[in-house]
T-cell receptor, first 112, second 114 residues
Framework: TQLLEQSPQFLSIQEGENLTVYCNSS?????LQWYRQEPGEGPVLLVT?????EVKKLKRLTFQFGDARKDSSLHITAAQPGDTGLYLC????????????FGQGTELSVKP | DAGVIQSPRHEVTEMGQEVTLRCKPI?????LFWYRQTMMRGLELLIY????????DSGMPEDRFSAKMPNASFSTLKIQPSEPRDSAVYFC????????????FGPGTRLTVL
């Protein structure tokens, strides 16, 4: 069974701080995605990475796919209260028929 | 453009009752997914359809769960009979033909079975 482990599970920081969320697996993924979910809503896709070593930036968010395509990280610079939410990584593997396997999520709280 | 629409947003029912959750995917999307989210197990795929045909239902917990997609704009997830352990948030998502994993999620249905 393929698993995606996210760390930390919970993160509470002050506005302006930087943070990194990690997503790790022992399995290789053909692609990996990051979603953000706010209370009472469904997950919203932030980014898809497909190439080992790939780095993508979305404003203050930087996403990286590990060289071996087994792990990924999300770095937020100068966090703002609007970044508060549940961050989910999801990997797709041909061994799972391309279906997404979701991590447990990182609950981020950014206090003003 | 309208996103994925789910109804009802909240459902409270008693154990043993039948529950039907509804979903309207984004127009033009070929894939439709049903997920369940709980604190303990996170977000789990239950079943997905391609062009209205069920492709993989290996995530459906047991025979009490069934899903249908009678046409490209409507799908249902039915639980009969419902049990307290079915309490969760159920999400429907859809994606276009050439981007299977770039899924657009609906707002979810919060189900409570008493």
């Amino acid at each position: 069974t393929q698993l995606l482990e996210q760390s930390p599970q919970f993160l509470s920081i002050q506005e302006g701080e930087n943070l990194t969320v990690y997503c790790n697996s022992s399995s290789v993924f053909s692609s990996l995605q990051w979603y953000r979910q706010e209370p009472g809503e469904g997950p919203v896709l932030l980014v898809t990475v497909v190439t080992g070593g790939e780095v993508k930036k979305l404003k203050r968010l930087t996403f990286q796919f590990g060289d071996a395509r087994k792990d990924s990280s999300l770095h937020i610079t100068a966090a703002q209260p609007g970044d508060t939410g549940l961050y989910l990584c999801a990997g797709a593997s041909r061994y799972q028929g391309g279906k997404l396997i979701f991590g447990q999520g990182t609950e981020l709280s950014v206090k003003p | 453009d309208a996103g994925v629409i789910q109804s009802p947003r909240h459902e409270v029912t008693e154990m043993g009752q039948e529950v039907t959750l509804r979903c309207k995917p984004i127009s033009g999307h070929d894939y439709l997914f049903w997920y369940r989210q709980t604190m303990m197990r996170g977000l789990e795929l239950l079943i997905y359809f391609n062009n209205n045909v069920p492709i993989d239902d290996s995530g459906m917990p047991e025979d009490r769960f069934s899903a249908k997609m009678p046409n490209a704009s409507f799908s249902t997830l039915k639980i009969q009979p419902s049990e307290p352990r079915d309490s969760a948030v159920y999400f429907c998502a859809s994606s276009p033909r050439d981007r299977f994993n770039e899924q657009f999620f609906g707002p979810g249905t919060r189900l409570t079975v008493l």
